[in-house]
C-alpha cells in the first residue's frame, strides 16, 4: 500500500506561485509513474500534470502547459507541481495520485491505483 500526503497549497494572488508536494509513504514510489489531478467546486475532476517513474516523460493539458511543472526527488519518495502565474480558475483541490508500478505516464484519473486527500489552493483576483 502507497499513502500519498499533498502538501503546500494556500491562498495566492493571481500571477503569484505556489509549490505543492506530495509525499509518499509504506513503500517506494520509484517505479510508479504519479499525477496531479484538480477539482474545483461543481466540477469534475481534471488532470494536471503526469511524470514518469525516472521524470524522462512528462504530460500536461493546455490550460497549463507552460504555467506548471512536476518534477520528482526519488530518493526523497516525493513529487512536485511548481505552479506558476496562476489564475482564478486554477482554484480546485489539488490531489496526487500513483499509478501501478512499471506502468507508464497516463491523463486518465481511472488508471491510478492510489491518490492523497488533496490540498486547497485558493487564487484571488
Known amino acids: 500500500q502507497v499513502q500519498l500526503v499533498e502538501s503546500g497549497g494556500g491562498l495566492v494572488q493571481a500571477g503569484g506561485s505556489l509549490r505543492l508536494s506530495c509525499s509518499a509513504s509504506?513503500?517506494?514510489?520509484?517505479?510508479?509513474?504519479m499525477g496531479w489531478f484538480r477539482q474545483a467546486p461543481g466540477k469534475e475532476r481534471e488532470f494536471v500534470a503526469t511524470i514518469s517513474w525516472n521524470g524522462g516523460s512528462k504530460q500536461y493539458p493546455d490550460s497549463v502547459r507552460g504555467r506548471f511543472a512536476i518534477s520528482r526527488d526519488n530518493p526523497k519518495n516525493t513529487v512536485y507541481l511548481q505552479m506558476n502565474s496562476l489564475k482564478p480558475e486554477d482554484t480546485a483541490v489539488y490531489y496526487c495520485?500513483?499509478?501501478?508500478?512499471?506502468?507508464?505516464?497516463?491523463?486518465?484519473?481511472?488508471?491510478?491505483?492510489?491518490w492523497g486527500r488533496g490540498t486547497q489552493v485558493t487564487v484571488s483576483s
Open positions: 495520485a500513483a499509478r501501478p508500478p512499471y506502468s507508464g505516464t497516463s491523463p486518465y484519473e481511472y488508471e491510478y491505483d492510489y
Open positions: 509504506g513503500r517506494t514510489i520509484s517505479t510508479n509513474a
